[in-house]
């Protein structure tokens, strides 16, 4: 049977303008602020070790879930502000927020902590804005506002307690945190301008820095915006040796749940000692694209969808 | 049996005994956490609908439902009267049972009649149907290579999105797991 699928692609293309000139604004934004563009190779040998991000196994080796663990390695070797647009590939991440190969941008900066990159994000975010000639867009409760700034900062554990009526520690005690934080916190966050959740439990931040003082609480924020996580970013762990230890224990746990094993990334550890204090952040170029078109589904703002192919 | 992730809408899976249906569903998955795969199940016996958030690890079982083929005859108010091409026995659905399949139900359709403990519950229409479209904007040529689609309606009354050189009178193929446009249909 001979199916029309050009049509459907003639009908992507406002969405694919508006993709192109976002990420031509992201790009003269880290230009203009001399950030290297750079590119790490997709095809890795050790992916981090996360107990719940799976990678898709390709010829031996597996497609990159993020390019992270390059990233880093150039921070460590000296580079001082680094970015990158990349694909990434999820196994089995497929809905209407989630594509199993997905565009991440991850920005790095040396000499900085999560507090610094937060500001990049409302400095980014509006400067797109400002390209599209918006001050913010519509959203599920009318319009949403992103260009006054500084945008609120909510911690995990006080955004349980407001949205959701628990502690995280209650949350995970009754291993039921991330359907609480999906279904009775999320839904709330960033409704008439961004919010960013920050301070998340330190089981939950396999790769962030701890917070001097607080020891169980990781420096990682997400920034949400219209309920939808748009970005993720951490005060980077510099310690190999509790890196390696954090490694190894989301490994035990993929291990236990049946899942993949990966080698460790050796090399990534063994450069880690000479990484400078440093932050970096992935954020989700398809759900920018989503929010800046007005649409509720990641397939109307790329061309093809593995169902499609 | 199905693993959570194999869940999507119209999925028919068993849960203690009663056959339900997945009439909404969606993949949630905080980045760095565990994937969930959040439904509305309606049980396909009494209609009793209610929202279950599952993980990967949960397994199903497929609902014991008997399929019989068997043709659309008529409908009348809430009734949609279907004959079984074997026994010739007339069996009724409501409109809820029949649900979105309303849509693709041309006349003398032959379709497959879900049974549970010889009660009929539900329907499965063929995936791909072909339908005259009988109303439809004009096109009007030049007007725009790119963009857009426009809605029209078929015979049963479905609307839908279609690329705008379809006219009013041409026939057309639908999917009707996804209700969208396929192609055109000549001749």
């Given at each position: ?35 290297l ?23 031996g ?18 580079y ?58 519509a ?92 970005a ?20 035990r ?36 694209a989503?929010?800046f ?17 | ?20 249906i ?11 956490g ?48 279907f ?24 006349d ?18 063929p ?29 049963t ?31």
């Open positions: 049977m001979t199916i029309d699928h050009s049509w459907k692609l003639a009908a992507r293309l406002d969405e694919l303008r508006l993709r192109a000139r976002m990420i031509k604004a992201v790009r003269r934004f880290f230009q203009e602020r001399d950030f563009e750079v590119e790490t190779p997709i095809l890795i040998p050790a992916p981090a070790p996360e107990a719940h991000i799976d990678a898709v196994a390709a010829g080796w597996f497609l990159q879930t993020s390019p992270e663990l390059c990233m880093k390695r150039l921070l460590a070797a000296g001082e502000r680094i970015y990158q647009i990349c694909k990434c590939f999820r196994e089995k991440e497929r809905g209407e927020r989630h594509l199993p190969e997905f565009t991440i941008l991850e920005w790095y900066r040396t000499n900085a902590d999560y507090l610094t990159l937060m500001r990049d994000c409302e400095e980014l975010i509006a400067s797109i804005a400002s390209e599209f000639g918006v001050s913010g867009f959203s599920r409760q009318g319009k949403l506002v992103i260009v006054d700034r500084p945008w609120e900062r909510i911690t995990v554990g006080d955004a349980f307690v407001r949205y959701a009526g628990m502690t995280v520690s209650e949350a995970l005690a009754k291993d039921c945190f991330e359907e609480v934080l999906t279904a009775a916190v999320e839904p709330r966050l960033g409704v008439d301008a961004p919010v960013f959740l920050c301070d998340y439990p330190r089981e939950l931040s396999a790769l962030a820095r701890l917070k001097e003082g607080e020891p169980g609480i990781a420096e990682r924020f997400e920034l949400y915006i219209d309920g939808m996580e748009i993720n970013a951490f005060s980077e762990l510099t310690d190999a040796g509790e890196q390696r230890r954090r490694f190894e224990e989301a490994s746990e993929r291990g236990q749940k049946g899942s993949c094993v990966y080698p460790l990334p050796e090399l990534f550890l063994e450069s880690l000692p000479q990484m400078p204090p440093s932050a970096g952040i992935a954020l989700g170029v398809d759900r920018l989503m929010l078109a007005g649409r509720g589904h990641i397939d109307d703002v790329v061309a093809f969808t593995p169902e499609s192919l | 049996m199905f693993a959570a992730s194999d869940l999507r809408k119209g999925l028919r899976i068993k849960i203690e005994n009663d056959p339900y997945v009439t909404e569903f969606n993949f949630v998955k905080p980045g760095k565990q994937a969930l795969y959040r439904c509305k199940l309606k049980n396909m016996v009494n209609g009793n609908q209610f929202e279950r958030t599952f993980r990967s690890v949960d397994m199903f079982e497929t609902a014991d439902l008997q399929e019989n083929k068997m043709q659309y005859l008529y409908h009348e108010g809430d009734k949609y009267c004959m079984d091409n074997e026994s010739y026995e007339q069996v009724f659905l409501t409109e809820d049972q029949v649900g979105e399949a309303k849509n693709f139900l041309l003398n359709i032959e379709v497959e009649i879900l049974l549970f403990e010889n009660k009929p519950l539900g329907i499965s229409v995936n791909f149907i072909d339908v005259i479209v009988t109303s439809a904007e004009p096109w009007a040529r030049g007007d725009s290579v790119s963009g857009n689609t426009k809605p029209v309606t078929v015979q009354g479905y609307q839908l999105q279609v690329p705008p050189f379809i006219e009013e009178g041409e026939k057309i193929r639908i999917d009707t797991r996804t209700g969208e446009y396929i192609t055109r249909v000549k001749g």
